[in-house]
């Protein structure tokens, strides 16, 4: 996988000609659903469809989100899906609790190595509560994200400034485990490309990293709005030169202060703009 992904595009299982096209979408991620994406009577048909795809490498990276881990269906899409050559990570939805990722990750470790990549989805008032354990609780998981859909619904929330809370418990949670920021949810409106931006400039400003897409035609919009600016590009390079010239906290002529952070600030900005 890239070290910095931005964009990560689901894709129904059941669909093995739109996985075709989510490949070659230029996704830094690839998500193959066999959860809500799915109807009930094609889950069966997902999970093969999707095992077959994925016995083999993949151009990208692609990771599996299972169905309910508390449900019928989420023992035989890991026995299925776990070891294939062509996965990358396992998406876990609507987790609520850190007992949950270690039975996974101990479900799906090989006899020899390592357990796969493990990502879980926070969908609940429970699940945000116990954000951190969870974010915690295996050196197999990987990443944290919110589900929001859900999330509104479990809550009540009737507007989006009502997400805003969870959405910084679960960022906090992510970094104070030592995880990447978590991608934001998906914008449901394919068609709202400026709604979008808008909420992608939103996202950025409490501390998310890329985001969660369900159309292609969304990728650029995401990628765009997470890259640093030519502005935010400038600084950290004046912010990086006056420090290798004086070390400790200074003030530019600009009369910007900066210190130990804001210089590490400015060197993951450079750093996710040669990445790309």
């Not at 509104?152 to 995880?179: E, Y």
């Amino acid at each position: 996988m890239i070290p910095t992904p931005l964009t990560w595009l689901y894709v129904p299982g059941d669909r093995p000609h739109i996985v075709s096209k989510a490949l070659a979408s230029g996704a830094d991620v690839v998500i193959i659903d066999l959860e809500d994406a799915v109807a009930p009577d094609r889950k069966e048909y997902a999970r093969t469809a999707t095992a077959e795809r994925l016995s083999d490498a993949q151009p990208v990276p692609v990771h599996v989100r299972v169905n309910a881990l508390d449900g019928p269906l989420a023992a035989a899409d890991l026995h299925a899906v776990a070891a294939l050559p062509g996965v990358r990570g396992l998406r876990l939805p609507k987790v609520t609790s850190a007992a949950q990722i270690i039975r996974i990750a101990e479900t799906v470790t090989p006899p020899v190595g390592a357990a796969p990549p493990l990502y879980a989805l926070l969908e609940s008032a429970l699940g945000v509560e116990h954000a951190y354990p969870i974010a915690a609780a295996h050196p197999a998981l990987r990443g944290i994200a919110l589900g929001e859909a859900d999330l509104c619904a479990d809550l009540g929330i009737r507007a989006d400034a009502g997400l805003d809370w969870s959405r910084s418990r679960v960022i906090v949670a992510a970094r104070a485990a030592g995880l990447i920021p978590p991608p934001q949810s998906v914008h449901p409106d394919t068609r709202d490309l400026n709604g979008l931006a808008s909420s992608c400039a939103h996202g950025r400003a409490l501390g998310f990293l890329g985001r969660a897409a369900i159309h292609p035609r969304q990728l650029p919009i995401i990628e765009r709005a997470y890259l640093p600016t030519e502005q935010e590009l400038e600084e950290a390079e004046t912010v990086i030169k006056a420090a290798a010239v004086e070390q400790g906290a200074q003030a530019l002529p600009d009369g910007r202060f900066i210190d130990a952070a804001v210089v590490a600030a400015a060197h993951r900005t450079l750093a996710l703009a040669r990445k790309r």
